[in-house]
């Protein structure tokens, strides 16, 4: 017994060394005085600060009848149950955030696989019946992605994933440095090497979660909301385009700062046709693995090519044109030409050209298996046939640039078929998230004291 009370403040002692030492090298010395200042003007010793910013972003979310997923510290939500009851039977879900707020890529594998475990176990213990996780500070370890997949948990959105940001480049070296900081911290991968779409490990949905967010805009840069909207906008209009999926992290705590920026995004996705998915994380999770489960098959057909979908209903397959095709066949009154068939189970696509990717290179195999787990028709590159695309560079960089030119109808030989992305005809997906990472400010000192 003795030896555990003395063992036990020496843990504590450099538990709290180590919490502070990642926020000062995750944000640097301004940026952490900073967010230390914020947190005390956000919160206070009653959950009351918090409830009231919780209200004031869930007013936003069904202004648009929008669904969101908040992920919250076990422990925390422990100590103030009250505070999430209003959120039991709503738009909003609640996933975990950890049993503790940690560095779970700093932790060994078996406290990684137990704080998994006792985050789980204790929401459920407050009734909660939580689908999937995320990491804090965005940076889950191998321990962690395993027992989320070994206790059943069906989506995990712990990735992050750095948008080009056109105002990063005129930020003053102090704030490249802080945004740099962030993108280092978080690990996150750069948007030209990959796709803004979820992706399937061990039975786990995985979602790349977008940045810059609030942290690095509102906390660290404390840019204005005119930026905050035209930055978030920017991104948006990027996954519309190349109907990829926006997963937008805004903690609670802030919502004041991102009420009008957020309100924003959600008009100009309500607003755009064609629409726009605006889903739960774990409405997206089961779609995604629905469709993960269909495969594309083509044949020859009389006068082109038969596509069919083979896998459970619900995923369909569409046809992407190339654009010149949509354009006047010819000057004056010409008509257009016919536009692409509907998203179907089973499609008759015209023409000679092979209505998918052809691979090539000495990589190609694999290639070819992240094309298909993509949605795409892809096949080894067969002499003498044409293909709709080609791709012979195994490069992420290449795969991910050939995909959205894809999306877009460029540099196409031919109609190619793919998997539709989202259910119902929508174009693009839209989450949008947030972390209950503390509740009172007593929960930051437990944090920093090493605690919580």
């Known amino acids: 017994m003795l030896r555990r009370a003395r063992t036990r403040p020496v843990a504590q002692a450099l538990s709290s060394s180590r919490t502070l030492s990642r926020s000062l090298r995750s944000k640097g010395g301004e940026a952490f005085a900073r967010r230390v200042r914020l947190i005390t003007h956000r919160f206070g010793w009653s959950p009351a600060p918090l409830v009231r ?10 202004e648009q009848q929008a669904a969101a997923t908040w992920t919250v510290t076990a422990n925390a939500a422990r100590r103030h149950p009250a505070v999430l009851a209003p959120y039991r039977e709503s738009l909003v879900e609640l996933g975990i955030h950890g049993w503790r707020h940690t560095d779970h890529q700093c932790s060994d594998l078996p406290t990684q696989h137990a704080e998994v475990q006792r985050a789980l176990a204790e929401l459920a213990r407050l009734g909660l019946q939580p689908a999937g996780w995320r990491s804090p500070y965005l940076r889950s370890g191998a321990g962690t992605l395993a027992e989320v997949g070994a206790l059943g948990l069906r989506w995990e959105a712990s990735a992050s994933l750095e948008f080009p940001c056109a105002r990063k480049q005129v930020l003053s070296a102090r704030g490249a440095d802080t945004w740099e900081r962030a993108i280092a911290f978080y690990g996150a991968e750069p948007w030209e090497a990959r796709l803004a779409l979820p992706w399937v490990t061990g039975g786990v949905v995985r979602f790349p979660t977008a940045l810059p967010d609030d942290e690095m805009l509102i906390d660290r840069l404390s840019l204005p909301t005119a930026d905050l909207t035209a930055i978030w906008l920017g ?76 896998g459970p209903m619900g995923p369909l397959a569409e046809c ?35 209505p998918g990717v052809g691979v090539g290179g000495p990589a190609a195999p694999s290639v070819v298996a992240r094309l298909r787990a993509i949605g795409l028709a892809a096949e080894l590159r067969a002499p003498g046939r044409t293909y709709a695309a080609t791709l012979d ?16 109808g460029e540099g196409l030989a031919g ?6 992305h989202w259910p119902e005809g929508y174009r693009s997906a839209v989450a949008i998230t947030g972390d209950l990472c503390a509740i009172t400010l007593y929960d930051f000192a437990a944090r920093i004291a090493g605690m919580a």
């Open 393 to 408: 560079d195994p490069a992420d960089t290449a795969l991910a640039a050939l995909v959205r030119r894809i999306a877009q």
């Open 53 to 62: 910013a919780m209200a004031l972003y869930a007013d936003v979310l069904r």
């Open 235 to 310: 991104m948006f209009d990027r996954t519309y385009a190349d109907g990829e999926l926006l997963v937008m992290q805004l903690h609670p705590e802030r919502a004041r700062d991102f009420a009008a920026p957020l309100a924003a995004l959600l008009a100009r996705a309500r607003a755009a046709r064609p629409a726009v998915w605006i889903a739960s994380l774990s409405d997206l999770a089961d779609w995604w693995r629905r469709r993960a489960t269909a495969q594309l098959v083509v044949a020859p057909a009389a006068d082109g090519w038969a596509v069919a979908v083979e």
């Open 320 to 354: 992407v044109t190339p654009r010149a095709s949509v354009a006047l066949v010819a000057a004056g009154d010409a008509p257009l030409a016919p536009p692409p068939p509907a998203p179907a189970r089973v499609l008759t696509i015209p023409g000679g050209a092979w």
């Open 415 to 420: 109609p190619l078929v793919r998997l539709a």
